[in-house]
T-cell receptor, first 114, second 114 residues
Framework: DTAVSQTPKYLVTQMGNDKSIKCEQN?????MYWYKQDSKKFLKIMFS???????INETVPNRFSPKSPDKAHLNLHINSLELGDSAVYFC?????????????FGSGTQLSVL | AQSVTQLGSHVSVSEGALVLLRCNYS??????LFWYVQYPNQGLQLLLK??????LVKGINGFEAEFKKSETSFHLTKPSAHMSDAAEYFC????????????FGAGTRLFVKA
């Protein structure tokens, strides 16, 4: 059983389109995250949710809208896609919201905007 | 604000040689420090975590790291490199600030030569 699973694995789309990435964790964790990894492998946090409540929103354009229907799911919807949105997006979870929590990562969604 | 700096974007070693990946951190309070590994086309996995219980931390796959407060360093070592160690390694810090964010360094790509 995959602990943190995200779909799709690859997403190729045109500029201006709207797309969603889904994430589910079966670990019973309280906290979920979205990270963006750019072409130089730099990993930057975008959002975190704890028990469906938004905790971190890191100066991300409002074209990006996370949604957490329940503790086990955190989806990412992106409107009006731009070339600069091309990256690998990682979902992650941790047992609790707190300092020093181990993060469990999904295998990533490679988004290519043409 | 917390941050980490990884010295060297690429490190190349021969199989059987010592692996040393460098990480320096900045934090206004005692931090939690991590090393994560990312294999190609996969998400990150935790190698080890420093929690102030002991300055020398042992992780998986024979890796260990030593916390040196005076040098604000948390370097990762492995006595003998194996071909399977080739991957991207990320140092990370969490000090409880900013909604309990985990901040990642830019990563170091480890190459292992036969």
């Amino acid at each position: 059983d995959t602990a943190v699973s995200q779909t799709p694995k690859y997403l190729v789309t045109q500029m201006g389109n709207d797309k969603s990435i889904k994430c589910e964790q079966n670990l019973g964790h309280d906290t979920m995250y979205w990270y963006k990894q750019d072409s130089k492998k730099f990993l930057k946090i975008m959002f975190s949710y704890n028990n469906k409540e938004l905790i971190i929103n890191e100066t991300v354009p409002n074209r990006f809208s996370p949604k957490s229907p329940d503790k086990a799911h955190l989806n990412l919807h992106i409107n009006s896609l731009e070339l600069g949105d091309s990256a690998v997006y990682f979902c992650a979870s941790s047992q609790l919201l707190g300092q020093g929590e181990k993060l469990f990562f999904g295998s990533g969604t490679q988004l290519s905007v043409l | 604000a917390q941050s980490v700096t990884q010295l060297g974007s690429h490190v190349s070693v021969s199989e059987g040689a010592l692996v040393l990946l460098r990480c320096n951190y900045s934090s206004s309070v005692p931090p939690y420090l991590f090393w994560y590994v990312q294999y190609p086309n996969q998400g990150l996995q935790l190698l080890l975590k420093y929690t102030s219980a002991a300055t020398l931390v042992k992780g998986i796959n024979g890796f260990e790291a030593e916390f040196k407060k005076s040098e604000t360093s948390f370097h990762l070592t492995k006595p003998s490199a194996h071909m399977s160690d080739a991957a991207e390694y990320f140092c990370a810090v969490s000090d409880g600030s900013g909604g309990f964010k985990t901040i990642f360094g830019a990563g170091t790509r480890l190459f292992v030569k036969a």
